[in-house]
């Protein structure tokens, strides 16, 4: 069972910064996937980025990329994301989540509030 803890969430204007960290623990593997995923009021749940805890591979939603950066210390078994440039349309519930390779996504966090005003 892996547990996953996000924190780093905030308020923070246009154009602006924040980083979150996703702490996991328990059995983790070293050719799982750490994903990043935002649900803002009303819509879908969206992919924003994943990384693969191994190989260090990234991928990131067309909406982020040049943006966002996705990045993992596996000593500390954490994956982080450094958000600049935030735009109000980032403002979502962010989600950390983890899945085997190949695997979906069946491990995730209780979410942290991302706000970006204008």
């Not at 009303?42 to 924003?48: A, D, I, N, P, Q």
Request: aromatic residues 12%; hydrophobic residues 30%; contains cysteine.
């Amino acid at each position: 069972q892996v547990q996953l803890q996000e924190s780093g969430g905030g308020l923070v204007q246009a154009g602006g910064s924040l980083r979150l960290s996703c702490a996991a623990s328990g059995r983790t593997f070293s050719n799982a996937v750490m994903g990043w995923f935002r649900q803002a009021p009303g819509k879908e749940r969206e992919f924003v980025s994943s990384i693969n805890w191994g190989s260090g591979s990234t991928t990131y939603a067309d909406s982020v990329k040049g943006r966002f950066t996705i990045s993992r210390d596996n000593a500390k078994n954490t994956v982080y994301l450094q958000m600049n440039s935030l735009k109000p349309e980032d403002t979502a519930v962010y989600y950390c989540a983890f899945r085997r390779n190949p695997g979906t996504y069946d491990h995730w966090g209780q979410g942290t509030q991302v706000t970006v005003t204008s």
